[in-house]
Protein backbone atom coordinates (compact mmCIF):
# COMPACT_ATOMS: atom_id res chain seq x y z
CA UNK A 1 0.00 0.00 0.00
CA UNK A 2 2.98 2.18 0.94
CA UNK A 3 4.24 1.86 -2.65
CA UNK A 4 1.14 2.75 -4.01
CA UNK A 5 0.88 5.61 -2.14
CA UNK A 6 3.99 7.30 -3.40
CA UNK A 7 3.28 6.35 -7.49
CA UNK A 8 -0.23 7.97 -7.28
CA UNK A 9 1.57 10.73 -5.45
CA UNK A 10 4.42 11.26 -8.28
CA UNK A 11 1.39 10.98 -10.91
CA UNK A 12 -0.07 14.33 -9.72
CA UNK A 13 0.59 17.11 -11.38
CA UNK A 14 2.58 20.08 -9.97
CA UNK A 15 0.26 22.81 -8.61
CA UNK A 16 0.97 26.09 -10.94
CA UNK A 17 1.71 29.74 -8.84
CA UNK A 18 -0.65 32.19 -9.96
CA UNK A 19 0.70 34.73 -12.51
CA UNK A 20 2.31 37.95 -10.77
CA UNK A 21 -0.16 40.75 -11.15
CA UNK A 22 1.39 43.39 -12.99
CA UNK A 23 1.30 47.04 -12.19
CA UNK A 24 1.82 49.99 -14.78
CA UNK A 25 3.14 53.39 -13.55
CA UNK A 26 1.91 56.35 -15.69
CA UNK A 27 4.51 59.34 -14.82
CA UNK A 28 3.75 63.12 -14.43
CA UNK A 29 4.72 65.64 -16.70
CA UNK A 30 7.94 65.88 -18.08
CA UNK A 31 8.81 63.25 -15.35
CA UNK A 32 9.80 60.48 -17.28
CA UNK A 33 10.74 57.02 -15.78
CA UNK A 34 13.46 57.83 -13.87
CA UNK A 35 12.02 58.97 -10.35
CA UNK A 36 9.89 56.12 -10.56
CA UNK A 37 12.58 53.52 -10.43
CA UNK A 38 12.60 53.47 -6.74
CA UNK A 39 8.61 52.92 -6.65
CA UNK A 40 8.92 50.24 -9.12
CA UNK A 41 11.94 47.98 -7.52
CA UNK A 42 9.78 48.31 -4.05
CA UNK A 43 6.44 47.16 -5.72
CA UNK A 44 8.79 44.08 -7.72
CA UNK A 45 10.25 43.35 -3.81
CA UNK A 46 6.35 42.82 -3.12
CA UNK A 47 5.87 39.85 -5.88
CA UNK A 48 4.16 42.92 -8.21
CA UNK A 49 6.01 42.92 -11.96
CA UNK A 50 6.06 46.95 -12.70
CA UNK A 51 6.53 48.59 -15.92
CA UNK A 52 7.73 52.53 -15.90
CA UNK A 53 6.10 54.41 -19.20
CA UNK A 54 8.58 57.00 -20.46
CA UNK A 55 5.68 59.33 -21.18
CA UNK A 56 6.29 62.76 -21.57
CA UNK A 57 2.94 63.87 -20.81
CA UNK A 58 2.75 66.33 -23.42
CA UNK A 59 0.23 64.59 -25.68
CA UNK A 60 -2.91 63.98 -23.55
CA UNK A 61 -5.04 61.92 -26.29
CA UNK A 62 -2.24 60.23 -27.93
CA UNK A 63 -0.16 58.70 -25.34
CA UNK A 64 -3.28 56.84 -23.93
CA UNK A 65 -2.90 54.50 -27.36
CA UNK A 66 0.74 53.68 -25.94
CA UNK A 67 -0.92 52.56 -22.26
CA UNK A 68 -3.44 50.58 -23.90
CA UNK A 69 0.02 49.18 -26.11
CA UNK A 70 1.48 48.16 -23.57
CA UNK A 71 -1.34 46.82 -21.25
CA UNK A 72 -2.50 44.47 -23.66
CA UNK A 73 1.09 43.55 -24.20
CA UNK A 74 0.92 42.04 -20.61
CA UNK A 75 -2.27 40.71 -21.12
CA UNK A 76 -0.48 38.20 -23.49
CA UNK A 77 2.35 37.56 -21.98
CA UNK A 78 1.04 37.01 -18.94
CA UNK A 79 -2.12 35.38 -19.55
CA UNK A 80 -4.56 35.57 -15.99
CA UNK A 81 -2.10 37.78 -14.45
CA UNK A 82 -3.93 41.26 -13.30
CA UNK A 83 -3.19 44.80 -14.70
CA UNK A 84 -3.33 47.73 -12.50
CA UNK A 85 -2.31 51.20 -13.30
CA UNK A 86 -0.74 54.05 -11.08
CA UNK A 87 -1.09 57.69 -12.61
CA UNK A 88 0.63 60.27 -11.06
CA UNK A 89 -0.60 63.61 -11.90
CA UNK A 90 -0.86 63.98 -15.34
CA UNK A 91 -0.58 60.69 -16.20
CA UNK A 92 -3.72 59.70 -14.10
CA UNK A 93 -5.36 61.83 -16.76
CA UNK A 94 -3.74 60.22 -19.70
CA UNK A 95 -4.37 56.63 -17.65
CA UNK A 96 -7.88 57.56 -17.00
CA UNK A 97 -8.84 58.48 -20.78
CA UNK A 98 -7.45 54.97 -21.64
CA UNK A 99 -10.15 53.48 -19.09
CA UNK A 100 -12.92 55.66 -20.19
CA UNK A 101 -12.20 56.06 -23.93
CA UNK A 102 -10.07 53.10 -25.19
CA UNK A 103 -12.11 50.56 -23.40
CA UNK A 104 -9.41 50.28 -20.45
CA UNK A 105 -11.67 49.75 -17.85
CA UNK A 106 -12.88 46.28 -19.20
CA UNK A 107 -9.56 45.12 -18.51
CA UNK A 108 -7.75 47.09 -15.73
CA UNK A 109 -8.31 45.40 -11.87
CA UNK A 110 -7.13 48.50 -10.04
CA UNK A 111 -6.77 52.73 -10.79
CA UNK A 112 -4.50 54.58 -8.91
CA UNK A 113 -4.08 57.79 -9.22
CA UNK A 114 -1.91 60.35 -7.40
CA UNK A 115 -2.50 63.91 -7.05
CA UNK A 116 -4.12 63.84 -10.07
CA UNK A 117 -6.44 66.92 -11.40
CA UNK A 118 -9.77 64.74 -12.17
CA UNK A 119 -11.08 67.94 -13.79
CA UNK A 120 -8.67 70.22 -14.01
CA UNK A 121 -5.86 72.57 -12.54
CA UNK A 122 -5.25 76.29 -13.17
CA UNK A 123 -2.19 75.46 -12.66
CA UNK A 124 -2.17 73.58 -16.66
CA UNK A 125 -3.81 77.21 -18.31
CA UNK A 126 -1.59 78.77 -20.61
CA UNK A 127 1.49 75.58 -20.56
CA UNK A 128 2.61 74.59 -23.90
CA UNK A 129 2.03 71.01 -23.06
CA UNK A 130 -0.40 69.54 -21.13
CA UNK A 131 -2.62 72.60 -21.68
CA UNK A 132 -5.60 70.14 -22.25
CA UNK A 133 -5.79 69.74 -18.63
CA UNK A 134 -6.70 73.32 -17.91
CA UNK A 135 -10.78 73.67 -16.59
CA UNK A 136 -13.35 73.67 -18.80
CA UNK A 137 -11.50 72.25 -21.82
CA UNK A 138 -13.22 70.03 -24.54
CA UNK A 139 -10.71 67.28 -23.42
CA UNK A 140 -11.73 67.51 -19.90
CA UNK A 141 -15.74 67.81 -20.42
CA UNK A 142 -15.36 64.83 -22.68
CA UNK A 143 -13.56 63.03 -20.20
CA UNK A 144 -15.74 63.55 -17.05
CA UNK A 145 -19.02 63.42 -19.01
CA UNK A 146 -21.38 60.73 -17.53
CA UNK A 147 -19.97 58.35 -14.21
CA UNK A 148 -15.86 58.65 -13.76
CA UNK A 149 -15.66 55.43 -12.85
CA UNK A 150 -18.23 52.97 -15.01
CA UNK A 151 -16.56 49.37 -16.09
CA UNK A 152 -15.32 46.76 -13.66
CA UNK A 153 -11.76 48.66 -12.57
CA UNK A 154 -11.99 49.86 -9.13
CA UNK A 155 -10.84 53.45 -8.25
CA UNK A 156 -8.38 54.65 -5.89
CA UNK A 157 -7.55 58.08 -5.54
CA UNK A 158 -4.25 59.42 -3.40
CA UNK A 159 -3.35 62.58 -2.68
CA UNK A 160 -1.33 65.21 -0.49
CA UNK A 161 -3.00 67.61 1.70
CA UNK A 162 -1.78 70.43 -0.15
CA UNK A 163 -2.65 69.64 -3.35
CA UNK A 164 -4.28 71.89 -5.67
CA UNK A 165 -6.97 69.60 -6.60
CA UNK A 166 -9.02 66.97 -4.23
CA UNK A 167 -8.78 63.96 -7.02
CA UNK A 168 -12.22 63.24 -6.70
CA UNK A 169 -14.59 61.22 -9.56
CA UNK A 170 -18.31 60.49 -9.90
CA UNK A 171 -19.44 57.00 -9.72
CA UNK A 172 -17.88 54.42 -7.17
CA UNK A 173 -14.12 55.71 -5.61
CA UNK A 174 -11.58 55.13 -2.84
CA UNK A 175 -10.52 58.01 -1.60
CA UNK A 176 -7.44 57.67 0.49
CA UNK A 177 -7.41 59.63 4.13
CA UNK A 178 -4.94 62.84 2.39
CA UNK A 179 -1.34 62.38 2.92
CA UNK A 180 1.12 64.88 5.49
CA UNK A 181 3.74 65.31 3.08
CA UNK A 182 6.77 66.55 4.02
CA UNK A 183 5.31 67.91 7.64
CA UNK A 184 6.20 69.93 9.89
CA UNK A 185 8.06 72.15 6.79
CA UNK A 186 6.53 74.85 5.86
CA UNK A 187 4.03 74.47 2.36
CA UNK A 188 7.35 74.83 -0.15
CA UNK A 189 5.63 73.84 -3.01
CA UNK A 190 7.19 70.60 -3.51
CA UNK A 191 4.76 68.12 -2.05
CA UNK A 192 3.49 67.22 -5.01
CA UNK A 193 6.78 66.53 -6.95
CA UNK A 194 8.32 64.17 -3.83
CA UNK A 195 5.20 62.23 -3.70
CA UNK A 196 7.06 59.43 -5.39
CA UNK A 197 9.25 59.20 -3.08
CA UNK A 198 7.30 59.43 -0.02
CA UNK A 199 6.90 55.95 1.82
CA UNK A 200 3.45 56.64 3.18
CA UNK A 201 2.76 57.69 -0.64
CA UNK A 202 4.31 54.24 -1.17
CA UNK A 203 2.23 52.25 1.87
CA UNK A 204 -1.37 53.99 0.33
CA UNK A 205 -0.16 52.08 -3.36
CA UNK A 206 0.59 49.10 -1.79
CA UNK A 207 -2.69 48.82 0.43
CA UNK A 208 -4.53 49.83 -2.57
CA UNK A 209 -3.14 47.49 -5.01
CA UNK A 210 -4.64 44.98 -2.56
CA UNK A 211 -7.79 46.21 -2.43
CA UNK A 212 -7.86 48.03 0.92
CA UNK A 213 -9.49 51.31 0.98
CA UNK A 214 -7.48 53.26 3.77
CA UNK A 215 -9.91 55.99 3.81
CA UNK A 216 -13.97 56.19 2.96
CA UNK A 217 -15.37 54.75 -0.12
CA UNK A 218 -17.67 57.43 -2.37
CA UNK A 219 -20.33 56.95 -4.51
CA UNK A 220 -21.16 60.43 -6.10
CA UNK A 221 -23.76 60.61 -8.60
CA UNK A 222 -22.94 61.71 -12.40
CA UNK A 223 -22.67 65.91 -12.69
CA UNK A 224 -22.01 66.57 -9.38
CA UNK A 225 -18.25 67.09 -9.60
CA UNK A 226 -17.17 70.78 -11.04
CA UNK A 227 -14.02 72.30 -11.46
CA UNK A 228 -14.20 74.63 -8.63
CA UNK A 229 -15.47 72.29 -6.37
CA UNK A 230 -12.18 70.22 -6.30
CA UNK A 231 -10.07 72.55 -5.73
CA UNK A 232 -8.91 72.65 -2.21
CA UNK A 233 -9.98 75.22 0.40
CA UNK A 234 -7.61 78.09 0.07
CA UNK A 235 -7.17 77.45 -3.46
CA UNK A 236 -10.49 78.86 -4.72
Not at 16 to 23: I, K
Not at 229 to 235: C, D, V
Request: charged share 15%; hydrophobic share 35%.
Amino acid sequence: MACASIVATAAMPAAQSAPAPQVVIVPGQTFGALPYQPLAQHLDSLGYRTTVLDLPGHDLRGEPARIAATVNRLRAQHPGASVSLIGHSIGGLTARWYLDQLGGNRVVDKYIAIGTPQYGSPGACGQEFGAEACPGTPYLRQLNAGINTAGTTQYFDIRNEREWVDGHLTGRQCRVTPIRDLQPLPDVGLEHTAEPFDPEVWQAITDSLAGKCDGVIANQPAGSITAQSSLYPGRR
